[in-house]
């Protein structure tokens, strides 16, 4: 088992520590259920103890037609038919940053299956900036409280018998959050499949130089570690849509920060390319909502629900 941890990082090591244990035992290894949104390219997933009915759901999906403004519970209900299939029972709904490429599912999910609404202490910070853009006015908590819990760096947690910990890794925001659980790690946009690299880093908060750090601290993992994504673009010699991959496959093989590549080339990369990616299509319903938890706004007088979009704002 190939690792190369910095001492000075203790979470990392106490990831590693949990991954190994998990290597070593069965009972101690995720069982993952992936659920894969073509119209966002997002993947959710279920992860479940297998000694006990305890899961966790992380970045769940409610669709979003733009064009009508209708939202669709479908990959929010396909997670909520597997889970009652099951007979699972949920006790975390986590969110591993302020997606801006879709509408979290979380509070439709968390009234029908329960568990608490989780998501990385630093979204206040996407709450200052967002709630700004948005002119979201006094009347929008910019603390966080629109969630159940704020993982902090290094946090323990548990689903079921299943060890976790949180660690932060900024960089595409200043909020994101892996988690490892197990021997498999939930990386949100930090990574993509080695074969399309990394997260862009362009939207407010974000810098490339602190996702490379962010990246290293990932890749200081145990090179068995599972690798499970939240999103894949398909790269161009791809037919076939994958979201799991290794801490290994990644040192070697990701066209972006493999093993060798400078802090310095990395950013000036990952800087040129951004410079050419327009908008992703839903960045402001989504964030808009994220920030809030999922929660959509609450109807006018008129019963209906209305989203803010500023005008040459962004």
């Not at 890794?169 to 659980?181: L, R, S, W, Y």
């Not at 090179?223 to 990644?250: G, K, M, N």
Request: aromatic share 8%; charged share 20%.
């Amino acid at each position: 088992m190939s690792q190369s941890i910095t001492p000075a990082d203790p979470a990392v090591v106490e990831a590693a520590a949990i991954i190994g244990r998990a290597l070593a035992a069965t009972a101690k290894r995720p069982i993952v259920k992936a659920f894969f949104d073509e119209a966002t390219f997002t993947v959710s997933y279920v992860v479940r103890d297998p000694g006990s009915r305890a899961c966790a759901i992380i970045d769940s999906v409610l669709d979003y037609d733009a064009a009508s403004g209708r939202t669709s519970e479908g990959p929010a209900q396909a997670v909520i038919d597997y889970v009652r299939a099951e007979d699972l029972e949920v006790v975390w709904q986590i969110e591993t940053h302020a997606h801006a490429d879709h509408l979290s599912a979380a509070p439709l999910l968390q009234a029908a299956l329960g568990g608490r609404l989780a998501i990385g202490e630093r979204i206040v910070k996407v709450q200052d900036t967002f709630g700004k853009l948005f002119n979201a006015g006094a009347e929008f908590a910019r603390d966080g409280s629109q969630f159940d819990h704020l993982f902090s760096e290094g946090e323990r947690y548990a689903i079921g018998g299943l060890e976790a910990i949180a660690l932060h890794v900024p960089g595409h925001t200043p909020a994101c959050m892996a988690h490892v659980i197990g021997d498999a790690v939930f990386v949100g946009d930090t990574l993509f499949m080695p074969d399309y690299g990394t997260a862009r880093c362009d939207f407010p908060g974000g810098d490339a130089g602190t996702l490379y750090d962010s990246i290293q601290r990932l890749l200081a993992l145990p090179d068995e570690t599972r690798v499970f994504l939240c999103h894949d673009y398909l790269a161009p010699d791809r037919t076939t849509f994958v979201w799991e991959t290794s801490i290994a496959a990644q040192r070697a093989d990701n066209v972006h920060v493999h093993a060798g590549v400078s802090r310095a080339d990395f950013i000036a990369l990952r800087e040129a390319r951004d410079r050419t990616l327009a908008m992703p299509r839903l960045i402001l319903p989504s964030v808009q909502v994220n920030m809030r938890g999922g929660h959509l706004p609450e109807p006018e007088d008129n019963g209906v629900r209305y989203l803010k979009i500023p005008l040459n704002a962004v």
